[in-house]
């Protein structure tokens, strides 16, 4: 019977170690309830502490923008912060600027509710939902991009043209966790019980891979949203639209709102680019809403048409055709000029210069940079 | 080489749901230094050269960043398209933050296909790494010698 004796006290000391641990645990991790005040104090959430601010806030349903599921990658889910809980993390410094660090904003997925504190966000977030939605129809209006309509299944959604909405792709295959990505609507505003969007395929992209292969009509999806600060603003000003790919997506919901709100005749120019025919969609579409809307110009150019695309529109990069436009066909006397872009950092960078160099002032330039 | 504490921390940073959902390793069951070693020897072995191909990558995924998001012809024969997705991503070593930048190369005379991104250049470039095998975005050297004509 010796030989049992070493194991036996092994594993009893081994027994009150892990007791201990648990026991010390739940004592310095047991941070109780917690209050949130939001905004001075326009709403008050009492949560169980311990979890990130981004997790907590969305299991009491109030959803910061995130593309990465609090992995931490995203950088989208900045709040600031009122309470001191202490510096920055190494995980939160790449994605914030000096003026943000010294202004407490913080990500939300990488700190802890551990006490009392107290935060600021924009009010539009007390307004996105969790929509248990169904896939109505995936239609391919081109060899990489899909454009699919939800149903949100006795749901309403209330939003602005050109905002977006967070798709919750569910694991499949290696993939083992769910993750979020963002994308414009591209449906008009008055229709509250349907959500479309523009899904271009990346290779190897999580959501662009499942939604292009895996996702099927009829099948259940949450989507969150509305998010984002992209929208027109009223007035008369001259609205120079620049997108290419899937970014239509928050054009096509604009100029539908438009012509659906009475906001006939506003001038809009719209330059959409794309490399051949190929790449090119809603032609049919925006040429219709040329004839409805008298102020709309739909000005489609190819960087690369291809032998028998028979094109005989504008060529070359879409910024070299707006510079074009802006110093031979569009008049700026007596008028302003806003541009809105949609599309990646790069583009959106290469639009800014043109239109910059022609006059049009940043503080008229609006855009969601999605990277 | 030696599995060292170094490349345990990162190779325990390449599973799924810690930097990417997917991670990078794939379904290679090898540890990371017998991976980095294997694909040092098949790249003596294609007579390629690990500062040649981070070269020839850096040059595509600039030049496609000129198709502002569309893919454009480079040097005639490839189609390249660079584009970029919201936030960045760690290096599993903990040395360095990309842009997640996807780049696609697509040669026009065969239609083959080769993508990566700004941190797949930089896992090659410092480390020697290109991914586990069955990983989507896995340097396949095979790949790379014959889409980039090297």
């Known amino acids: 019977m010796s030989y049992l004796i070493a194991p036996l006290a092994i594993g009893a000391i081994s027994g009150v170690m892990a007791a201990l641990i648990a026991i010390v645990d739940l004592i310095t991790n047991n941070y109780g309830e917690v209050n949130i005040a939001i905004n001075g104090g326009k709403k008050n959430l009492a949560v169980k502490g311990g979890s990130p601010l981004l997790l907590t806030l969305s299991s009491e349903k109030l959803f910061l923008p ?250 070359g990069l879409i910024t070299d055709v707006l510079d074009t436009y802006l110093k031979q066909h569009i008049s700026a006397e007596g008028k302003t000029l806003e541009g809105y872009l949609c599309g990646s950092p790069g583009m959106i960078d290469a639009c800014n210069r043109v239109m910059n160099e022609n006059g049009i002032t940043q503080d008229n330039i609006y855009y969601d940079k999605f990277a | 080489m030696k599995m060292t504490p170094e490349l345990t921390a990162a190779q325990a940073n390449m599973a799924p749901g810690i930097i990417t959902a997917e991670g990078f390793l794939g379904n290679d069951t090898r540890n990371l230094s017998t991976i980095i070693d294997e694909d040092a020897q098949i790249m003596s072995r294609l007579h390629l050269n690990r500062d040649t191909i981070v070269e020839k990558l850096r040059h595509f995924m600039e030049e496609g960043r000129k198709g502002l998001g569309e893919p454009v012809t480079v040097d005639t024969e490839w189609l390249v398209k660079t584009d970029e997705a919201r936030g960045r991503l760690t290096c599993p070593w903990e040395d360095n933050i990309s842009r997640k930048t996807n780049v696609t190369i697509e040669r026009k005379d065969t239609g083959e296909k080769l993508f990566y991104t700004d941190l797949s250049i930089h896992l090659l470039e410092a480390h020697g790494f290109l991914e586990g095998r069955g990983s989507s975005f896995r340097l396949n050297l095979e790949s790379v010698k014959h889409v980039l004509k090297m």
């Open chain 1, 66 to 315: 995130s593309a990465c599921g609090g992995r931490g990658s995203c950088g989208a889910c900045k709040c600031k912060v009122l309470t001191d809980i202490g510096p920055h993390l190494p995980t939160e410094t790449p994605y914030l600027t000096p003026e943000e660090q010294k202004d407490n904003v913080r990500l939300a997925c990488q700190i802890k509710v551990k006490a009392d504190i107290g935060i600021d966000i924009p009010e539009d977030l007390f307004n996105v939902k969790q929509f248990h939605a169904t896939v109505l129809s995936i239609k391919d209006v081109t060899y990489d991009i899909k454009e699919v309509l939800y149903d949100l299944n006795g749901e309403t959604v209330e939003f602005e043209s050109g905002k977006y909405v967070q798709l919750v792709i569910p694991p499949y295959d290696k993939i083992k966790g769910s993750t979020q990505r963002a994308y414009s609507m591209s449906s008009r505003p008055s229709n509250k019980t349907q959500i479309e969007v523009l899904v271009r395929l990346v290779p190897g992209g999580i959501a662009t891979t499942y939604v292009h292969e895996h996702l099927k009509v009829g099948e259940k999806m949450d989507l969150i949203g509305p998010f984002g600060e992209f929208k027109r603003t009223p007035g008369h000003s001259v609205m120079l639209c620049i997108a290419g790919g899937s970014g239509m997506a928050p054009f096509k919901s604009m100029l539908y709102d438009m012509l659906e709100t009475g906001e006939k005749d506003r001038e809009v120019w719209y330059f959409f680019g794309a490399r051949s025919t190929r790449d090119m969609f809603y032609l049919e579409d925006m040429r219709d809403l040329e004839t409805k809307l008298p102020n709309f110009h739909f000005v489609p150019a190819l960087s690369e048409p291809e032998e028998g695309d028979g094109w005989d529109g504008p060529t």
